[in-house]
């Protein structure tokens, strides 16, 4: 009976957030629009591998024309939503996106899709994302109040990760079904739900005016110039600069190890995808229950473990052992994402979140022109499999590489305690 209890309380936790009409809507408009994207992710690289001969070169270089506007125009989203209202900003990116991928569908139905245009479309797509993820991400802050934003964050990783765990078992079977150009039609349907929730929402119930900073105040070098000047901002970009780098191009290896080392379909590759997801989705609802900011500990020591499953997954012999082992992984890496993203959002003030998380934007989507094409590169000259484990072995080098810098710098001290198990920070001792 007890048991029984707190697990009801565990779950109502765990959903709070949901309470909230403003953020119900702003989750089921937000869960559309992921199934779409993850529907369009698949069908994308599948017409690349078609149109370029199973080129990974090309995988890479596509997926890199998607995310390199990230590094041009994500500073540029964060001072809009410091400046402007951000649920007006919402519904006009996310109705442009939708218009996007339903001219794309028209091309592959007409038949006048080709490779030079799939690379134009990924860029334009990649740039309307780069403007609409640091306002969303800040957007999160003015839905519910600020002891329920934790959870907040963790319920919109976990839509994220629900898309992914349907969004490609959907799409694989519908490009078998009715092909590439009906799927990418119907994907642009799925954007247009977000525009549709966010213009539903009450204004009143927001916590931040609409109006937000006076438009001369939010510049793009004062945000910067707070960030450097906060030690534990600038460490916690940093690791996450190199694990987004080297660690998170599952979008593109995972194709690749379906098509070339397994030789498999798209059906089977969007059970990899899924196989990720179910993780990642376990790893979001676990974030989603804390409801203080993460220590700087959390942050480092999922990055460790998460480079640790991310280097066993690319050892994985057969397709299921894969599958199996792409579960960890996907939940160590949305843990560290989430620690790292709930480590800034929770340690600014309200009048530069969006600055600060349009960095956090930057860093980890903007590694993808970079880390795409590199890992491209390797996976078709080196092994497919190098991809992914060498990702994972740089990403524990890299977090086990800050710990000990934050170590040595703080001077505390990590004990390690068996019964029952946990890790104690040991402060320093005081100077005299």
């Keep these: 009976m007890v048991a029984a209890t707190v697990g009801r309380a565990r779950v109502r936790t765990t959903f709070q957030s949901l309470s909230v009409r403003n953020y119900r809507l702003f989750f089921s408009g937000q869960l559309g629009k992921l199934l779409g ?9 599948w017409l690349v591998l078609e149109l ?18 990230v590094v041009l125009l994500s500073l540029h989203g964060g ?17 442009v996106a939708g218009a996007v991928a339903l001219v794309m569908g028209l091309l592959v139905v007409t038949h006048l899709v080709t490779l030079a245009l799939v690379f134009v479309f990924a860029a334009v797509l990649g740039a309307v994302n780069a403007l609409e993820n640091p306002v969303r991400q800040s957007f999160l802050s003015d839905l519910v109040e600020p002891a329920l934003l934790p959870n907040a964050l963790g319920l919109s990783s976990a839509a994220f990760n629900m898309a992914r765990i349907v969004g490609p078992a959907v799409a694989g079977v519908a490009i078998w079904l ?12 799925f954007f247009l739900i977000a525009p549709l929730c966010l213009v539903r929402m009450r204004a009143g119930e927001l916590y931040r005016d609409g109006a937000g900073v006076a438009p001369g105040k939010a510049r793009i070098r ?21 694990v987004g780098l080297v660690g998170f191009n599952f979008q593109l290896t995972l194709p690749v190890m379906a098509r ?15 196989a990720l997801a179910l993780g990642a989705l376990a790893g979001a609802l676990v974030s989603g229950a804390r409801r203080h900011r993460p220590s700087v500990y959390v942050v480092m020591g999922s990055g460790m473990a998460f480079g640790l499953l991310e280097m066993v997954a690319g050892f994985a012999p057969t397709f299921w052992t894969s599958a199996l082992l792409l579960v960890p992984t996907g939940f160590g890496m949305i843990l560290f994402a989430q620690a790292t993203n709930q480590y800034l959002q929770l340690g600014v003030p309200a009048e530069y979140r969006g600055r600060v998380m349009s960095l956090f934007v930057l860093v980890f989507m903007g590694t993808m022109p970079i880390g795409g094409p590199l890992v491209g590169f390797i996976s078709e000259h080196i092994g497919p499999r190098v991809g992914i484990w060498g990702g994972g072995l740089l990403s524990f080098l890299a977090s086990f590489a800050a710990l000990a810098w934050h170590l040595q710098r703080s001077g505390e001290r990590l ?18």
């Design 222 to 242: 004062d945000g910067v110039a707070y960030v450097w000047g906060r030690d534990d901002l600038v460490q916690a970009l940093a690791l996450l600069l190199v």
């Design 260 to 274: 070339n080392v397994f030789g498999t379909g798209p059906q089977q590759f969007g059970l990899l995808t899924t």
């Design 37 to 45: 994207v993850w529907m369009m992710y698949v069908a994308q690289d």
């Design 52 to 69: 370029s001969g199973n080129s990974a070169t090309a995988l890479g270089l596509v997926t890199g024309l998607q995310f390199a506007p």
């Design 178 to 189: 009715v092909g590439l150009g009906p799927l990418f039609l119907v994907t642009g349907l």
């Design 79 to 95: 001072k809009l939503a410091d400046r402007s209202d951000r649920r007006r900003l919402l519904t006009i990116i996310n109705s």
């Design 415 to 432: 004990r390690v305690k068996l019964r029952p198990l946990h890790v104690e920070v040991v402060d320093a001792p005081a100077r005299v």
